[in-house]
């Protein structure tokens, strides 16, 4: 088990300082993503409407108070496709004024979210009867294969996120998962020889 935590510790480091070159060093991050043209009365507006309320919005709305029946929303959605064809469409994630660009809480939120990452996937990884490094790195890629459509494709699918961006942001995930994995594997498999030598020499 300590190699196994050792493993998933390495690896969660391995992942984020990949994460950091992607995000940084690279446009991965950065793909697909526009800004907004006369962006100031937009954000004017913005803050005019939705004030200090932090929140997820999608527009246009469907128009449906709190508890709506399921006959409101069976009529709520006939009416849908119409507000959808004379209206732009699209989702907002809102923060009032204040927000800070790059906060130490989010880095350590992050580097906490792929230690745990890559711990999972050790521990995976050591449940498994593997006997070879490359069988173990064929694991690792279908894990990654796994974290890396979980998300990023209904995104595009339901929200219509840009296929630049998911394709960047399934790079940035397969790549990580596949770094991670490496020294996971690596040590796991250090640790099956080990075990098999052990068994021989008893």
Same mark, same amino acid.
């Given at each position: ?33 526009? %800004?907004?043209?006369? #962006?100031? !009365? ?7 409407? /939705?004030?200090? =309320? &932090? ?54 939120? %992050?580097?906490?979210? #792929?230690? !745990? ?7 995976? /990884?050591?449940? =498994? &009867? ?73």
């Amino acid at each position: 088990m300590k190699r196994v935590l050792l493993a998933g510790v390495l690896g969660g480091i391995a992942m984020f300082v990949w994460s950091s070159i992607a995000h940084i060093a690279l446009p991965l991050g950065r793909t697909g993503i526009k %800004e907004i043209p006369n #962006e100031q !009365a937009v954000l004017s507006g913005m803050q005019a409407q /939705l004030g200090t =309320t &932090s929140g997820l919005y999608a527009f246009p709305g469907m128009g449906l108070g709190p508890n709506p029946t399921r006959q409101e929303e069976n009529a709520a959605m006939q009416q849908y496709e119409q507000k959808l064809a004379a209206n732009p469409s699209g989702i907002l994630i809102y923060h009032p004024p204040g927000a800070k660009a790059l906060a130490p809480s989010q880095l350590v939120t %992050e580097f906490l979210t #792929e230690l !745990a990452e890559a711990l999972l996937l050790a521990l995976l /990884l050591a449940q =498994t &009867s593997l006997p070879t490094f490359a069988s173990r790195i064929g694991f690792v890629i279908i894990a990654a294969l796994m974290a890396a459509i979980t998300t990023n494709l209904p995104y595009w699918n339901w929200y219509g996120f840009p296929t630049s961006y998911t394709t960047a942001y399934m790079s940035i995930e397969f790549v990580g998962y596949l770094v991670a994995g490496l020294v996971v594997a690596a040590i796991l498999k250090t640790r099956t020889a080990a075990s098999r030598s052990f068994a021989v020499a008893a």
